[in-house]
């Protein structure tokens, strides 16, 4: 299990640090480049980052398939696969959200990539782990967190929509 954790943690850390570089590097006075800002040869980047993301889960997933409730095999493995990758994303965007929101400096929010980047990723690998008091600590600190970003944007969540928007264009919340 914390075999499981630990390279989660590493790996994610690694790619999502990578890719905070993609988006603030060179931002012309933004907080971070949106997608239709970046490069071809960023787009291309970005790609290959996601794939290895995914790629790298799938292998700790497969090597560390004894670590979670779900169950061992290939179905498993990918449910985890996608559910961490997936789950992890969605964290890591709320906490880039609420540091760009708060004002970090740019390298204060390359160094928290680097270094913290692959928390919300092990924690959701945390929450899908065997013992029982892994994943009731995992949910607890998942709630702290949660819990002091919303503090943070100021209790106004609609401010991830803006940074939605900023990112993917103003179609990307209308669904």
């Given amino acids: 299990m914390w075999r499981q954790l630990g390279l989660t943690w590493l790996a994610c850390s690694a790619i999502t640090g990578t890719i905070a570089v993609l988006f603030t590097h060179d931002t012309g006075g933004l907080p971070f480049r949106s997608l ?25 997933g497969w090597r560390t398939q ?8 290939g179905r498993g493995v990918l449910l985890w696969t996608i559910l961490v990758a997936g789950g992890g994303l969605g964290g890591w965007a709320f906490a880039a959200a609420v540091t760009f929101h708060t004002g970090f400096a740019p390298t204060a929010q390359l ?7 692959g928390l919300p990723f092990a924690l959701i690998a945390g929450l ?35 940074y939605l928007q900023m990112m993917f264009g103003p179609s990307a919340t209308t669904w």
């Fill in 36 to 60: 239709a800002l970046l490069s071809p040869q960023s787009r291309f980047t970005l790609a290959v980052l996601l794939f290895a993301l995914g790629l790298a889960m799938l292998a700790i």
């Fill in 66 to 73: 004894h670590a979670s409730w779900l169950p061992n095999g």
């Fill in 111 to 117: 160094v928290l990539a680097y270094t913290c980047g």
């Fill in 128 to 162: 899908l782990a065997k013992p029982k008091r892994m994943n009731l600590a995992a949910a607890a600190l998942t709630g702290i967190a949660l819990l002091a970003g919303l503090v943070l944007l100021d209790g106004r969540p609609a401010i991830l929509v803006l």
